[in-house]
């Protein structure tokens, strides 16, 4: 049953409101895994969702595809742009084309961008879920399993002392990979 039009018609929750443009809309910043992909977005971010159906659990790679919509912001990639791939004879998927991050859903009436790639993926709360005819069967019990933080679960720590990590931060950067680095 979807939900009533007023509740989904509010922007995300959660904004800390600590980057703003000149004219006071809300920033946003953030790209894909490696750094090849970058986006900035000016204005209010619309639905945040969660979808469960098959071609977005396949897109995503995952149990599910977190989106929230950017259809009445301003999206400008400032670094490279996403490859895509039409899903199907409505939508069409963007991802890096250097790392294979998921980044958009691309539908004739606007796009989503995936929540993940958000600088500050916890400022941008989810507020329903669609496709649950296709919810994976174990995914509303995961917060019940067992849970460790990794940096002091002895054999994580002591792979994670030898990890370099070749991400890309969690903000913009002016060039990237950093000079010096493959």
């Known amino acids: 049953m979807r939900a009533p039009a007023e509740s989904l018609s509010q922007p995300a929750e959660g904004r800390s409101g600590d980057m703003m443009?000149?004219?006071n809309k809300p920033l946003y910043t953030g790209g894909c895994q490696c750094g090849a992909v970058r986006f900035r977005i000016e204005g209010a971010l619309g639905d945040a969702s969660v979808c469960h159906c098959r071609m977005c659990q396949k897109a995503s790679g995952?149990?599910?595809a977190a989106l929230v919509s950017v259809r009445d912001a301003k999206l400008e990639w400032t670094r490279g742009e996403p490859k895509r791939f039409q899903s199907s004879n409505y939508a069409f998927r963007g991802f890096c084309p250097d790392c294979g991050t998921p980044l958009t859903f691309e539908a004739p009436d606007g796009m989503a961008?995936?929540?993940g790639?958000?600088?500050e993926p916890?400022?941008?709360a989810?507020?329903?879920q669609w496709g649950i005819e296709a919810k994976l069967p174990y995914v509303d019990g995961i917060p019940a399993l067992p849970g460790a933080e990794t940096i002091t679960d002895e054999e994580a720590s002591s792979y994670l002392a030898h990890l370099v990590s070749y991400q890309h931060p969690d903000h913009d950067?002016?060039?990237?990979p950093l000079k010096g680095r493959t």
Do not use: M, V
């Open 113 to 115: 961008l995936a929540i």
């Open 173 to 176: 950067t002016e060039t990237w």
């Open 117 to 119: 790639a958000f600088d």
């Open 122 to 124: 916890a400022e941008i």
């Open 21 to 23: 443009s000149l004219d």
């Open 126 to 128: 989810p507020r329903i």
């Open 62 to 64: 995952n149990f599910y």
